[in-house]
């Protein structure tokens, strides 16, 4: 028998296998699930012998008067799952009010790990997946959209958005007008039949969205790129090694000779330190 706790269900994205052997004994074992659909989960609820439970819907609008009920049920001794339509509950889903109010209350809360659209795009990517920001829906209105892209400015980490097929055209067309060499990709219907995976920069991107319409069919995750450094700027080379760098060519040293020198030692792209290099025996030139 289940310890009464609240068990957070993560369920397929698309193919009904993506399902873990522990989240369908315990979906099999509860008491009761609370699910942001009751009818759409059936389906999946079916397929894993799971069916036929005392269900509960729990979406955006009830979740916190959700709350009593489901902790009453566990609170006499039963267990309850929340699965969502799809995926990892809480993510872009409900579930935080819930999780809030029944761990405030002393109830366990259990995860049962499995599908989630954001990290299966990431790792299909080819992305940095060192950091990463996960931002969830994209805003509709345009000003807010705006903000929302430009939040990504400079960063270090890969973006991950949820956005709607409607939209991603127009989303990819204000990206390329913001960032047009920055590495992005698009990962449609993961899991599902149609599962595709674009990359590319996200000018390349944009012009596909215009061309080719399966772009902006089904469900989708935008991935964008961290910032490439500017491996040719001054300030990508610490202090300490320009100097090094301009005693060498005042040494009478070649650029290349200098700066390859210098790369072997520091691991710095000898690229930047060639560039760097350059300037300072220019400099140096003007000077005499
Ligand atoms: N909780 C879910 C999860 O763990 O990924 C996300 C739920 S959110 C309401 C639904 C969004 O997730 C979709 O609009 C889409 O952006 C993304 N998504 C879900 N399934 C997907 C799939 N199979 N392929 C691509 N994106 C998917």
Redesign the pocket.
């Known amino acids: 028998m289940l310890k009464p706790a609240l068990y957070i269900a993560?369920t397929p994205?698309?193919n009904l296998q993506d399902v873990t052997l522990r989240v369908r004994s315990v979906l099999q074992e509860v008491t009761m699930i609370a699910a942001e659909d009751t009818r759409h989960s059936q389906i999946f609820l079916q397929s894993i012998g799971a069916a036929g439970k005392k269900m509960l819907s729990c979406h955006n609008y009830n979740e916190a008067q959700r709350a009593d009920l489901i902790a009453a049920e566990i609170e006499a001794g039963g267990s309850v799952a929340l699965i969502?339509?799809?995926?990892?509950?809480?993510?872009?889903?409900p579930g935080y009010k819930l999780v809030h109010a029944l761990s405030a209350r002393g109830i366990d809360i259990v995860p049962l790990p499995g599908?989630?659209?954001?990290?299966?795009?990431l790792c299909v990517s080819g992305l940095p997946t060192d950091k990463f920001m996960f931002y969830g829906?994209l805003p509709v209105k345009d000003q807010e959209l705006n903000t929302a892209l430009d939040a990504i400015k400079g960063s270090a980490a890969t973006a991950v958005?949820?956005?709607?097929p409607r939209r991603i055209a127009h989303t990819l067309a204000l990206l390329a007008g913001k960032y047009p060499e920055r590495q992005a990709v698009l990962?449609?219907?993961?899991?599902?039949t149609f599962?595709s995976v674009y990359r590319g920069s996200c000018a390349y991107l944009a012009a596909l969205a215009q061309s080719d319409e399966n772009i902006s069919r089904?469900?989708?995750?935008l991935l964008v790129g961290p910032e490439p450094k500017d491996q040719g700027a001054d300030d990508a080379v610490p202090q300490p090694v320009q100097t090094a760098l301009a005693a060498m060519i005042a040494g009478g040293m070649s650029v290349k000779g200098a700066s390859r020198v210098l790369s072997d030692l520091t691991g710095i792209k000898s690229r930047a330190l060639y560039q760097l290099a350059l300037q300072l025996k220019e400099q140096g030139t003007d000077h005499s």
């Not at 958005?161 to 709607?164: L, V």
């Open positions: 993560a994205i698309g969502s339509d799809a995926g990892t509950p809480l993510i872009s889903d599908p989630c659209a954001a990290v299966t795009a829906f958005f949820y956005e709607s990962c449609r219907e993961l899991t599902k599962e089904g469900e989708l995750v």
